[in-house]
């Protein structure tokens, strides 16, 4: 019997601006923090930077064609801020806008609902040096940048997503300094976290304000999936630290309005958390009509210490991480999709009524172009079906579920790991920018075509 999914049930792939756009300094766009933290040396592997990525911005039509032939039925992709609003202030660029909207157009005409997010990681380089996400001012700025946006683009999308993983911006970019703009200040992570849950909730009403009724608003997080090493109070004491500042620091205020009592109380030496103000908590928890999930590997964590600088405030003395069991990705990522189904799970219990989507989920594996120019990756298709598989048990216990985004479409720049990690269904030859779809590719389109897996 075929593991089938519900009808209407969303097949996408998801990508991100600076990851595959190229075309850095075209048409008006200025500078994000990725562009100036991918320049400063010892940053990204390699030294590569978003300059051309999979030059994305002169080949959408060759992509959407590339997506309607797999049979997509969502594409969801993210809005580069500094093309739409250079510096991140002022009126908007229309050069940048066309481009959006003749994705979108493309998109509409595939029969692919556009799912649009506002924020993956680059923040106009001129807001970072007025202070970045540590201000508040940022969170403000956002919600300006969301509004012109809506304007502009509102009868399009079908689907907006304010933030992507604002726990990477705030703890990888302010905290362990690993991402852009690489600074490494717990107070100013906290702060930053704070203000990015603001400008979600900032935003979420000026989309409101603008956009049609039927466009649904939403946010992606990349929640932890964590697993004690053992029952013991202090394995589970670790369990609970890392659920606060990874989980709970997003989840409570968004859809429950409050801070955790835990995080402030384990977080007392770095901050006294007086930024937060009357109010922002209300704002913060506007209503929205999805939450969007990224999982890739579960976390594991015991009673111990961990490496400095820490992605985790309050926490490097108190826990560290250990390997889950299993086969890894090119990331060195163990693969495991029962953690995908407890994420599922727990989030059907906590968020009743919140309906979900599994917005990424993929593998980085060493793939080349055979000599027939075919790309054979079994490891994606296997971890792929694995957790399409955990996903297919989730909604059998009754998780609302959806929808299912891959990450990702293309081969891109992957962050500090430049272009070295692969992680799409479709190889990017990057010298000559040739797209050559994956067995993975052919294998999602039979899934998406047979409504299910093959079992
Ligand atoms: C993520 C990012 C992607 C990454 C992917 C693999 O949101 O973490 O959205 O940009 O490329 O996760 O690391």
Redesign the pocket.
Known sequence: MNALFPDGFRWGA?T?AY?IEGAAAEDGRTPSIWDTFSRTSGTVRNGDTGDIAADHYHRVREDVALMKELGLTDYRFSLSWSRVQPTGRGPVNQKGLDFYRGLADELLDAGIRPVATLY??DLPQELEDAGGWPERETAERFAEYAGLAAEALGDRIATWTTL??PW?TAFLGYGSGVHAPGRTDDAAALRAAHHLNLGHGLAARALRAAVPASAELSL?L?LHSIRPVSSSPEDADAARRIDAVANRIFLDPVFHGRLPADLVEDTTGITDWAFVRDGDLEVISTPIDSLGI?Y?TPTVVGAGVSESPSPYPGAPDRVRFEPAPGSRTA?DWPVDADGLHELLVRLRDELPGVPLMIT?N?A?YDDYADPEGAVHDPERVAYLDAHLGAAHRALADGVDLRGYFL??LLD?F??AYGYGKR?GIVHVDFASQRRTPKDSARWYAEVIRRGGLAR
């Open positions: 998801a991100a990851q993956h990681w992507n993983e990477c992606t990349n990224n890739y990331m990424e993929g980085a990450w990702s891109n992957e962050w992680f």
